[in-house]
């Protein structure tokens, strides 16, 4: 074992970048799961810009340690691309391209971003690693081919992963000068990938021929009609049924896309979530079937309100597509299809759209998606999970805090009914939060040991909520368990955040896509109500006992809550203040007034937490830690009225935690240190090469 780990550390320089002894096996395999596919070889296309002038496409080989780019930019000047983990120039790895005007030779300089400046032109790293492959200019546009490996152990290049990047992208008219890179104007931006992902498409290649397919497609386009959204609302969630077209016969859904209106000079989509739903027809004793095709002939509704959304709406339950900001939808690979259509299928479907209009504009949307769906059915019946916390005024997220977590989970309750038993596989999942979210990740628990993360991604984008397709498929066997992990950011909010269906809220989700199709829709949890406020020291209101109050957070209660007891609170209080939100006064949490303890009566709940000592790092952990080992509701959602599965009250369960391999690059230790840093890599060099030195003569006096 000593030997196999000083090999793992006399290997950091070596020209791979990675050196391995098989120690991140993927554990799946160890199970006999010998279908799992493996999506390699794939290759990448994006246009960086608005107008088609710069594109980038980019590949990874199997069991290759580089990745491949080719930069074909509407210039015969130079090519600037980046990679940041802010959209910032500083700190940023960047190569400069060109092809030279004199010779034709095509060219790759390695630079960064200085360390304390936004403005300072970019820094000439000493090490280059950045290879140019081919490159060739006509007479108007600039093509390079080039590679860098995913992780080069320099301290100034932005290492390769899963996680949310910005690519940093401009060009310039002439070839770059080396004393200054100016030039670029307004031929510059930034844009999010997901850069180690691959991305289905409509011909997707089939794993098992290793070919492309190409599908007999159809359209199906699925919007809302002149959907008037007023500047006075500020968050609205709005639901159309629709039914599907004609299908005799079962077909599958390949992929789906956005509709989204654009409304012109107002340069803004208010459109914040969109979600495509199944409808269960007989879900209800006694529902009139009639009804849905008068709510199909109707223009829609306001979504989850007791008092204006007919009951039978709630059976439309199972996500079919899911748009987010910055995603385009997704294509499934092409062993997998969502059914549609069929004389058992589902004949209707809900749209609900969630608009965000924070700018208090007046807007009429058209919004919705595009379905794409083929006759030539594809292997295996697909399906879409939602998972994570359940969204409620139980998620609380504290003020002022640089990280906090919450956690929804899956459990067995659900996986061990549910779950075929050769389980289901994961083909991709998307990560939803709001602005407070910063890092998400889908964890697999099995037999009391944390797997490999399925999805991961510590630099979460709200603005860029695209798929995170899986390279390699995921099984989840009976019994075990999912946990969606959400971090949120929120140095700069003075009062708490709490789960809600409003951007000014937050919310905690996974919508997973996985084959075979089960009948399930969502899995989630929430922290049980009568603990949610235990944890703070209250135990009985006013006007209501606390079986009426986990009745009000668990159906929906604000539609219920009668007027008079929010008279009263707001009478007996005294605590609302004139410039308080209106969101706020009208939370929940602010319509229960305290009476046990005595201490605390006559305080709203909201008021109350108010004046917990959120600024103490000790109080605050103590409650993240509570929130996360506590006790957790879970749910566990079907689309079949004949399986019913009762709700239960689990602690978050004990497990070894899953451990990333070690970094293999000795500079990791010195990333964060920014003064020997500014001395340059060449001082960097000579300390790593007398390391080195160290490390040898210690090998050599170990083996004597």
């Not at 993240?624 to 959602?637: A, L, N, V, Y």
């Not at 599965?645 to 369960?653: A, K």
């Not at 070894?656 to 690059?665: G, H, L, S």
């Amino acid at each position: 074992m000593k030997i196999k780990q000083l090999f793992i550390v006399l290997c950091v320089q070596s020209s791979l970048g990675w050196c391995y002894f098989n120690g991140d096996s993927n554990e799946d395999s160890k199970n006999g799961s010998s279908d799992i596919i493996h999506h390699t070889n794939w290759t990448r296309r994006e246009i960086l810009d608005n107008n088609g002038l710069y594109w980038l496409q980019w590949w990874v080989k199997a069991n290759d340690n580089d990745v491949y780019f080719e930069v074909t930019v509407n210039t015969r000047g130079y090519i600037g691309l980046g990679f940041s983990k802010d959209g910032r120039m500083s700190r940023s790895d960047m190569v400069i391209l060109w092809v030279d005007d004199s010779t034709g030779q095509a060219n790759a300089l390695d630079y960064h971003g200085a360390q304390h400046s936004l403005n300072r032109a970019p820094l000439l790293d000493d090490t280059q690693n950045y290879y140019v492959l081919d490159g060739f200019q006509n007479a108007t546009h600039t093509y390079v081919k080039f590679k860098r490996k995913i992780e080069t152990c320099d301290p100034y290049d932005v290492p390769f992963s899963t996680d949310t990047v910005k690519i940093l992208w401009s060009f310039g008219e002439i070839d770059p000068n080396y004393d200054s890179l100016t030039g670029h104007g307004n031929n510059r931006g930034v844009k999010s990938l997901h850069l180690l992902s691959p991305m289905f498409t409509q011909n997707s290649r089939d794993p098992h021929t290793r070919k492309n397919k190409k599908s007999e497609t159809r359209n199906w386009d699925i919007t809302v009609n002149n959907v008037t959204i007023e500047p006075t609302m500020d968050t609205l969630y709005w639901c159309k049924i629709v039914r599907i077209p004609e299908l005799s016969k079962k077909q599958h859904i390949i992929g789906y896309e956005a509709l989204l209106s654009h409304f012109g000079h107002l340069k803004l989509n208010i459109v914040h979530q969109m979600t495509l739903f199944e409808c269960q027809t007989k879900f209800y004793p006694g529902s009139d079937p009639l009804s849905w095709d008068l709510w199909v002939r109707s223009s829609g509704t306001v979504c989850n309100s007791n008092l204006l959304t007919p009951r039978d709406w709630d059976s439309c339950s199972t996500p079919v597509a899911v748009w987010s900001p910055g995603s385009r939808g997704q294509f499934l690979p092409s062993h997998a299809g969502i059914p549609i259509g069929g004389v058992s299928g589902v004949k209707y479907y809900m749209l609900e759209i969630h608009y965000d209009n924070s700018n208090r504009k007046l807007i009429v949307d058209h919004s919705g998606f595009r379905i794409h769906y083929t006759h030539n059915l594809r292997t295996y019946d697909a399906g879409i999970i939602v998972s994570g916390v359940s969204i409620s005024d139980t998620q609380l997220i504290p003020p002022g805090q640089n990280i906090y977590r919450n956690v929804g989970i899956c459990g067995p309750s659900c996986s061990s009914v549910m779950f075929p038993e050769k389980g289901i596989k994961i083909i991709s999942g998307s990560f939803h939060s709001h602005e407070a979210g910063r890092k998400m990740s889908l964890r697999h628990i099995r037999s009391g040991k944390e797997l490999k993360r399925i999805i991961e991604d510590d630099n979460y984008d709200y603005s860029y909520q695209h798929v995170h397709q899986l390279a390699n498929e995921t099984v989840v066997l009976p019994g075990d368990y999912l946990i969606t992990d959400c971090a949120y950011e929120t140095k700069l909010r003075k009062r708490p955040t709490f789960g809600g269906y409003s951007t000014k809220e937050e919310m905690c989700l996974t919508f997973i896509t996985y084959y075979p199709k089960i009948e399930l829709s969502g899995c989630y949890s929430m922290t049980p109500v009568r603990e949610f406020f235990e944890m703070f020291g209250v135990y009985q209101f006013y006007s209501m006992n606390m079986t009426d109050v986990e009745n009000l957070f668990l159906y929906n209660g604000n539609d219920y809550i009668k007027n008079s007891i929010f008279t009263e609170v707001q009478k007996r209080s005294g605590w609302l203040s004139k410039d308080e939100d209106i969101f706020y006064d009208e939370s929940l949490l602010n319509k229960l007034l305290i009476s046990d303890p005595v201490e605390f009566h006559d305080r709203t709940f909201l008021s109350h937490l108010y004046q917990l000592p959120w600024h103490e790092p000790l109080f605050t952990k103590r409650v993240e830690q509570e929130f996360i080992t506590g006790k957790h509701m879970t749910f566990c959602r079907v689309s079949n009225d004949s399986i019913s599965i009762p709700s239960e009250i689990i602690r978050f369960p004990e497990f070894t935690a899953y451990v990333k391999p070690a970094k293999t690059c000795l500079n990791y230790m010195l990333r964060g240190n920014d003064d020997f840093r500014s001395q340059g890599s060449r001082h960097l060099d000579a300390f790593i090469l007398s390391l080195f030195t160290l490390i040898l003569f210690i090998f050599e006096i170990w083996l004597e």
